[in-house]
């Protein structure tokens, strides 16, 4: 079963606008990732938070983790067409396993 | 460098045939992971190899569904004699060390089963 929640489900804006998809989890974890996947295939890592850290950019890319709400948020900035595609988070688990937990995903449609 | 690459890209099999996917991960990554993506959904975890330890298979959903990896490097995920259920994106990923970090995703192969 997936541990992560994220939301919305989807999500549909203008170009230019800001994105904002929110993930939620159940554990205690070493670290929260955020992937991006085009057309149902093969993902890229987009950004890795810590634990003990609340709030990271790349670029147009700010995700912030709140440990005492399990709960992450990744907002994208000035949106591009480009950007259209799903977006997951995935949790590295505290203790032992070091396989990612998914969460169900956001796909992101921005509109020219 | 290449990235993680997987064939075939896209698999039509008929129920109850046995079907074997490969994964060459990156040179030199010494983890690599297993996961299925149904229609419209999120990964879900299957198996993870990390250099000479003993596999994590806690995600393999039945025994019909095996992996190996061998000389550390290639790696085929067999599923005998195929199900419905079994149609999904197999997606395989590797990285450098088992520590959790970033994972580099191959493009996937596509299971069809009739």
């Known amino acids: 079963s997936q541990q992560g929640e994220e939301d919305p489900q989807a999500l549909s804006i203008q170009e230019g606008e800001n994105a904002t998809m929110n993930c939620s989890y159940k554990?205690?974890?070493?670290?929260l990732q955020w992937y991006r996947q085009n057309s149902g295939r093969g993902l890229v890592h987009l950004i890795l938070?810590?634990?003990?850290?609340r709030e990271k950019h790349s670029g147009r890319l700010r995700v912030t983790l709140d440990t005492s709400k399990k709960s992450s948020s990744l907002l994208i900035t000035a949106s591009r067409a480009a950007d259209t595609a799903s977006y997951f988070c995935?949790?590295?688990?505290?203790?032992?396993?070091?396989?990612?937990?998914f969460g169900q995903g956001t796909r992101l449609t921005i509109n020219p | 460098g290449a990235g993680v690459s997987q064939s075939p890209s896209n698999k039509v099999t008929e129920k109850g045939k046995d079907v074997e996917l490969r994964c060459d991960p990156i040179?030199?990554?010494?983890?690599l992971y297993w996961y299925r993506q149904s229609l419209g959904q999120g990964l879900e975890f299957l198996i993870y190899?990390?250099?000479?330890?003993?596999?994590?298979k806690s995600g393999l959903p039945s025994d019909r569904f095996s992996a190996e990896r061998t000389g550390g490097s290639v790696s085929t995920l067999t599923i005998q004699r195929t199900q419905q259920e079994d149609s999904a994106v197999y997606l395989c990923?590797?990285?450098?060390?088992?520590?959790?970090?970033?994972?580099?995703f191959g493009p996937g192969t596509r299971l069809t089963v009739l």
């Open positions: 554990t205690s974890i070493n670290n």
């Open positions: 995935a949790t590295a688990q505290a203790q032992g396993a070091q396989k990612l937990v």
């Open positions: 938070i810590r634990s003990n850290e």
């Open positions: 190899f990390q250099g000479n330890s003993a596999p994590d």
């Open positions: 040179s030199g990554h010494t983890a």
């Open positions: 990923a590797s990285s450098l060390v088992g520590s959790a970090g970033e994972q580099f």
